[in-house]
């Protein structure tokens, strides 16, 4: 039989999957990692346009679109005063190809990689698909990343280190002071700070910091991306920026492996970032409101979480059994495990669904909470 590469053998379907499988076809589902928005009517209407005029038939330049890689351009100086030039941007198919070149591109077999954990399913996998060793970093109680921890953390073989925020599975966001401290540690130690930013607009309270504005060096790749901005999950289209011999490496790894994102998800996109952000002020507001719903209802509970300022997820501490407990009560949430170790006795709840289910689910997660403490 045709053998598989040590690589592949080395990762599994994300733990998620698994628990969406057990679950019966009525439960409520707050395990899914998606706004519950449509995509805005403008960002439609371009893809709609593209295709009916012929502009999105070929393969774009591989980089992607000059105008989309404009907007991006000035999405980021607009937002985080970044000087940052189209040349030196990549539309990628979602934010997930733009963490995969962005490791393939600067890690390598022996390589480390340190992560957050509890932390996105992808920084992991993709790590040990380039050959390299995850180093897992647990957070601080509040759920914030902490740079003393990465700098503890930093070896010799060390290649890079993922940062996110706001935090998928936390939403946890990090401080101006932390993120000051990432693009440090990055410049000091010579690794590459890998800033996965997917959940920038949703944000509750304060700012949204990027390691790229306090970097001196050359030292920090972005990943943003329109699925989780503009609720465009589905269309397919993120980014990555960093300096031009970064994105000369990256862009190595995507022309082979992508030749570039969908041409009329980069219509879409363009006209998202360029479009009035209403949809998006109008997703935070919810998404606040629900967070609010939620943390009253642990709370009443008598379940601790830590407040999320950012994203639409929640990380109760939870007992023994209480996953299992609201599925079996029709309740799919995320054994915390499967976003790392650490991530043992807690539950990621994504709160992005509406409010009528979201009620209903606390109260039943009040229930299984009662069952198995
Ligand atoms: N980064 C984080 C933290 C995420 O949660 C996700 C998706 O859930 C992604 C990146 C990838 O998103 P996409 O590929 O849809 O842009």
Redesign the pocket.
């Known amino acids: 039989m045709p053998k598989f590469s040590d690589r592949v053998e080395r990762i599994s379907i994300s733990g998620i999957r698994e628990v969406f499988e057990a679950a019966g076809d009525d439960a409520i589902n707050l395990g899914i ?2 706004p519950d928005f449509p995509t805005p009517d403008h960002a439609r209407q371009a893809a709609i346009d593209a295709i009916q005029s012929g502009k999105a038939d070929a393969y774009t330049a591989n980089k992607g679109i000059a105008p989309l890689r404009e907007a991006i351009a000035e999405k980021h100086r607009r937002d985080q005063g970044i000087d940052l030039e189209p040349s030196n941007v990549i539309a990628t ?7 995969h070149i962005a490791l393939e591109a600067h890690v390598g077999a022996g390589d480390e990689v340190i992560v957050p954990d509890p932390g ?1 399913v ?1 920084y992991d996998a993709l790590t040990k698909l380039a050959g390299a060793d995850p180093v897992p970093v647990p957070l601080r109680d509040d759920d914030t990343i902490d740079p003393e921890a990465i700098e503890a953390a930093i070896t010799d073989d060390t290649a890079a280190f993922v940062v ?1 925020s706001p ?2 599975p936390t939403g946890a966001v990090s401080s101006e002071a932390d993120v000051r401290a990432f693009a440090r540690i990055a410049d000091e130690h010579d690794v590459l700070c890998l800033s ?1 930013e ?2 920038e607009y949703t944000l509750f309270e304060g700012n949204h910091y990027s390691p790229a504005e306090f970097a001196d060096g050359d030292s920090v790749v972005v ?1 943003n ?4 901005l503009f609720s465009m ?1 589905g269309w ?1 289209l ?1 980014w990555v920026y960093g300096s031009a011999e970064r994105v000369d490496r990256m862009l190595r790894v995507h022309q082979y492996a992508q030749a570039c994102a969908s041409a009329p998800a980069q219509y879409a996109a363009e006209a998202a970032l360029r479009g009035d952000h209403d949809v998006v002020e109008e997703m935070t507001a919810s998404f606040e409101r629900r967070r609010d719903i939620l943390l009253d209802g642990l709370a009443d509970a008598g379940i601790e979480c830590p407040a999320p300022s950012g994203a639409f997820y929640a990380m109760p501490r939870v007992p023994e059994g209480f996953v299992g407990a609201c599925l079996d009560r029709g309740v799919i949430v995320v054994p915390g495990d499967a976003f790392g170790e650490h991530g043992r006795g807690t539950a990621r709840i994504s709160y992005a669904t509406d409010e009528s289910d979201l009620r209903e689910a606390v109260s039943i997660m009040a229930e299984a909470y009662e069952a198995v403490r």
Do not use: H, P
């Open positions: 990692g998606q198919a979602g934010g997930s190809e733009g963490l996105f992808s996110n935090g998928n996965d997917v959940y990943v991306s329109a699925s989780k999950t397919r993120g």
